[in-house]
Structure formats: structure tokens, C-alpha cells
């Protein structure tokens, strides 16, 4: 302890002959070393500042996130998803002038959406075309039915494989049916209930002049039509397939019976039965899509394919349109000469009768 007491007290006598001894001189500044001193401290802090910026330039251009661009009108920040967006569209066309020309061209190639916007017409069905869209698979031979032996080619691998020169013919034929029904003025029934078969069901309807039905059939629809469909709006149109909306014409036709359909075409007949079934019983034909678990005696004209593959159906209804359009224009040239192929209602006069006095022509088929 006496050693720190006397340590502090030399300490102490140290510190106060330190001040107070007199500031030297070398201490004293003028006014010229102040703005000296004042002009360093400037170009120090305007090179540091230069500085500063350098580094926010380089982390920025670096930095994957970049600071939002502010309008000068506005005040208002950019969107930096745009900017991206049109940075990649950019990188993405100097891409394809560099590399466009490299590499080979695969065509033609499948495109889903031509077989509705672009159906193939019956003369256009080949075995590659059925081979492409999947109409050869049926289903497993546990699952068959006995009456499609005559369909079948073989077996592979446990699932039986359609004949497709069978099925092309069978195609063939249901096509001519339904060009001749349609050359005639008939009434065809598209009918499709599957899950994405109402696209090509109203395309097909729609190039035949005829009628679709992609939702659940109501049973009695045909065999008790008149209650079913009675309240229905009426349409009338002329040999033309042109709407009449004469008051006198449809008051005449208010209360006639509801029309059946000269021809149903049934994309899945396992779930149609009760369709199919009315139809049998009205005397009205049918042509429907058999798969190897169906029985080809419930439609008039079967065609052997796969009614699972989407692209199958919409193939076959594709050919059966285009076919369907074919017959309407040849009955549409038919009656531009005065060739009506129906027989008009007793409500309403003949056109070639009407013709020959210079009368309008008001035939219709009801």
C-alpha cells in the first residue's frame, strides 16, 4: 500500500506542473492556415464522395435486385416485373436471330387443336392417321365382349388391339350415311357426354346443320316428346335453312308434334343406352363408337375405335361433320334449282308452285 500512495502522488505532481506551464507558439494559427486547413477538408470530402458513388454503382449493377426507377413526372417507382419481363423478351429475340437458322425443322408435328378448327375429311382418313390418334387400343381381355371377335386383330400384352382396315371401312360407311342423310334434308342427333367430347360434338353439328347434345339425355325424349320437348321454342326455317318469323306461319305449326331425328351419331354408347334404346324402339338409325367392351348390336352402323382417346373421338367426329357438310351444300345447290328434297307442310305453299306464279317462297321444313 505505501508503494501505491507514493506512486500516486508523483503521478499527481507531474500532472500539475503540466498545466500550468505556458501553450508554445508553434500552437498559434493565422487566418491563411485556417483556410488551408478549410480547402483540404473540402477535396477530401468531395473525393470520398466521389468514392461512395463509384461503390453504389458497382453493387448495383452487380446486385440481382435492383433499386426501383422513380418517374420524374409522377414521383412514382417502376415496375421492376415489367422491366424483367421485357429484359428476358429481348435476351430471348437475340437468341433466336443468333440460333434460328441452327438445327432441323420437325414437321409436320400434332397440334391438338386442328382437329376441331381443321377436321380431316373422309377421303383424308388413312391407317396412319387412326395409328396416330390411338383408335387401335381397346380394353383388357377380361373386360371384352364376345359379339367383337370380328373387330379384334390380336392381343398384346394383355389388351386387345383393334383391326384398323376394319375400323377405316366401318368409318367409311357411317360417313356416306351421313352425307346422304343430310343431302336429303334429315335431322341429325350428334350426342357426346364424356368429359371434353362437347367441343367436337357442337363442330360436327355445326358443319352438318344438325343438332348436339353434350349433356345427360333425358329419357323419354324421344318416345315421349311431345310432352318432353312440347314447350319448346319452335324454329322454322325455308329450303335454305333461312329462319321465317311469319306470325300466321307459326301459329299454324304452334301445335305440331316435336321432331325426331332422322340420325343419332353416339360418341359413347355405354352411357347412352337409354338413348340408343329409343331410338330402337322409333325405328330411328344410329351410329355409335364400339370399344372392345361394348355390344356392336345396339347401334345400326358401329365403328370399331377407341371411345377412351379424346383424340379418336374427335377425329371420327371430325370426318363425320365434314362428310355431314358435304351432303348440306349438295342439297343447298339442289334447291337453289328448285330440287326440294322434303315435302312441305300443309300450313305452308310449295316453292316451285310459288315459283311459277311469281309468289314468294315459303316452304319450310317443320
Not at 378448327?117 to 383388357?140: C, D, F, K, N, R
Not at 329462319?243 to 332422322?262: S, V, Y
Request: glycine share 6%.
Amino acid at each position: 500500500m505505501m508503494i501505491i500512495r507514493q506512486l500516486i502522488t508523483r503521478k499527481s505532481r507531474c500532472f500539475s506542473r503540466t498545466i500550468t506551464r505556458p501553450w508554445p507558439k508553434s500552437y498559434t494559427t493565422t487566418t491563411d492556415d485556417l483556410h488551408a486547413e478549410i480547402s483540404d477538408i473540402e477535396a477530401s470530402a468531395s473525393n470520398s464522395l466521389q468514392e461512395t458513388h463509384s461503390i453504389e454503382s458497382l453493387l448495383q449493377s452487380q446486385s440481382s435486385e435492383q433499386v426501383p426507377r422513380i418517374d420524374d413526372e409522377s414521383y412514382a417507382t417502376t415496375d421492376l416485373a415489367t422491366l424483367d419481363v421485357v429484359r428476358k423478351h429481348q435476351a430471348l429475340k437475340r437468341q433466336q436471330s443468333t440460333t434460328g437458322r441452327l438445327g432441323t425443322d420437325i414437321a409436320p408435328h400434332y397440334q391438338p387443336h386442328q382437329q376441331l378448327t381443321q377436321p380431316l375429311p373422309p377421303s383424308s382418313i388413312t391407317l396412319e392417321v387412326l395409328l396416330a390418334s390411338q383408335s387401335h387400343l381397346g380394353h383388357s381381355t377380361s373386360l371384352w365382349n364376345p359379339m367383337n371377335s370380328r373387330y379384334i386383330f390380336g392381343i398384346r400384352q394383355g389388351i386387345h388391339i383393334i383391326s384398323l382396315d376394319v375400323t377405316a371401312s366401318h368409318l367409311r360407311r357411317a360417313c356416306r350415311v351421313v352425307s346422304g342423310v343430310a343431302e336429303r334434308g334429315g335431322l341429325i342427333l350428334f350426342v357426346g357426354t364424356r368429359a371434353g367430347q362437347d367441343r367436337c360434338v357442337v363442330n360436327a353439328a355445326t358443319l352438318s346443320g344438325g343438332c348436339h347434345l353434350f349433356q345427360r339425355w333425358i329419357p323419354g325424349s324421344i318416345t315421349n316428346g311431345d310432352q318432353i320437348l312440347g314447350r319448346c321454342k319452335l324454329k322454322i326455317v325455308d329450303e335454305f335453312d333461312r329462319e321465317i318469323t311469319d306470325e300466321e306461319a307459326r301459329q299454324g305449326l304452334r301445335e305440331h308434334q316435336a321432331l325426331k331425328p332422322d340420325l343419332v351419331v353416339c360418341m359413347n354408347p355405354l352411357e347412352n343406352w337409354v338413348l340408343l334404346h329409343e331410338c330402337g324402339m322409333n325405328n330411328i338409325p344410329t351410329i355409335g363408337i364400339i370399344d372392345t367392351d361394348a355390344d356392336p348390336t345396339w347401334v345400326t352402323y358401329p365403328i370399331p375405335a377407341n371411345d377412351d382417346s379424346l383424340r379418336c373421338v374427335q377425329l371420327i367426329a371430325g370426318a363425320l361433320g365434314k362428310a355431314g357438310q358435304e351432303g348440306h351444300h349438295r342439297r343447298l345447290e339442289r334447291a337453289k334449282e328448285g330440287d326440294i328434297s322434303y315435302e312441305p307442310s300443309r300450313f305452308l305453299t310449295d316453292t316451285t308452285r310459288d315459283a311459277r306464279a311469281g309468289g314468294r317462297s315459303t316452304d319450310v321444313r317443320n
